[in-house]
C-alpha cells in the first residue's frame, strides 16, 4: 500500500462546476501538504502549499487539511477548461526530528472539465 | 519571475551509452531536489542536495550519481543506461528543505 492514496479518477466536470480532489495518507510525519497541477508533458506546478490543519483559500482553489483524519482535499470553484489537467498531491515528511523534505506524491487525478 | 532551468529538455541516447542532465535553480534556492517520472506515474524522488551537499537518497540506482555545484546548479549523470530508464528527468528547487518546490519542465529521456 502507497504511503499517499488518491482517487485516480479520471474526472469530468461541466464548466462552473465545483471540483473536489482527495487524498489520504498513512505516515502521520507528513507534515507540510502540497497541490501540484499537471499539464501533458510538462512539470508539476505547485498551487498550494499548507502546514496546518484546516482551510487555505487562493482565488478559486481551497486546500483543506486533517491531520486527525490523514485527509486533504482541493476545490476548485467554478472550474474553467484551462483546469483541465493532472492534479497531485505531495507531501513532506519529518524524519527523526530532521527534515529532508522530499516529496511523497499520490497517483494523481485526471480532470476534464469540458465547456 | 525566474524558474527552474532544464537542459536538454529532450535526450536520446542507446543502450548503454551516458547521459547527463543539467538542472539550474531559481536564483537564492540552495536546495535542489530531482525527480523521475515514467509514462502515467506520479513523480519518484531521486536525490536532493542542500548547500551543495547530498541530503537524501531515494530509490536512484547505483548507475546514477549527481552533484551540486559552487553556483548552486545540479548535474545528474547516468551510466550504463537501460530501457527501463526513459522517462521524464524533473528539478525542483527550494529556498529550504521545508519550502515549497517549483518544478522545472523536465527533461524526456528516450533509451533505444
Known amino acids: 500500500q502507497k504511503e499517499v492514496e488518491q482517487d485516480p479518477g479520471p474526472l469530468s466536470v461541466p464548466e462552473g462546476a465545483i471540483v473536489s480532489l482527495n487524498c489520504t495518507y498513512s505516515n502521520s510525519a507528513f507534515q507540510y501538504f502540497m497541490w501540484y497541477r499537471q499539464y501533458s508533458r510538462k512539470g508539476p506546478e505547485l498551487l498550494m502549499y499548507?502546514?496546518?490543519?484546516g482551510n487555505k483559500e487562493d482565488g478559486r482553489f481551497t486546500a483543506q487539511v486533517d491531520k486527525s483524519s490523514k485527509y486533504i482535499s482541493l476545490f476548485i470553484r467554478d472550474s474553467q477548461p484551462s483546469d483541465s489537467a493532472t492534479y497531485l498531491c505531495a507531501m513532506i515528511s519529518f524524519a527523526g526530528g530532521t527534515s529532508y523534505g522530499k516529496l511523497t506524491f499520490g497517483q494523481g487525478t485526471i480532470l476534464t472539465v469540458h465547456p | 519571475a525566474a524558474g527552474v532551468i532544464q537542459s536538454p529538455r529532450h535526450l536520446i541516447k542507446e543502450k548503454r551509452e551516458t547521459a547527463t542532465l543539467k538542472c539550474y535553480p531559481i536564483p537564492r534556492h540552495d536546495t535542489v531536489y530531482w525527480y523521475q517520472q515514467g509514462p502515467g506515474q506520479d513523480p519518484q524522488f531521486l536525490i536532493s542536495f542542500y548547500e551543495k551537499m547530498q541530503s537524501d537518497k531515494g530509490s536512484i540506482p547505483d548507475r546514477f550519481s549527481a552533484q551540486q555545484f559552487s553556483d548552486y546548479h545540479s548535474e545528474l549523470n547516468m551510466s550504463s543506461l537501460e530501457l527501463g530508464d526513459s522517462a521524464l528527468y524533473f528539478c525542483a528547487s527550494s529556498p529550504d528543505p521545508e519550502g515549497e518546490q517549483f518544478f522545472g519542465p523536465g527533461t524526456r529521456l528516450t533509451v533505444l
Open positions: 499548507t502546514y496546518s490543519s
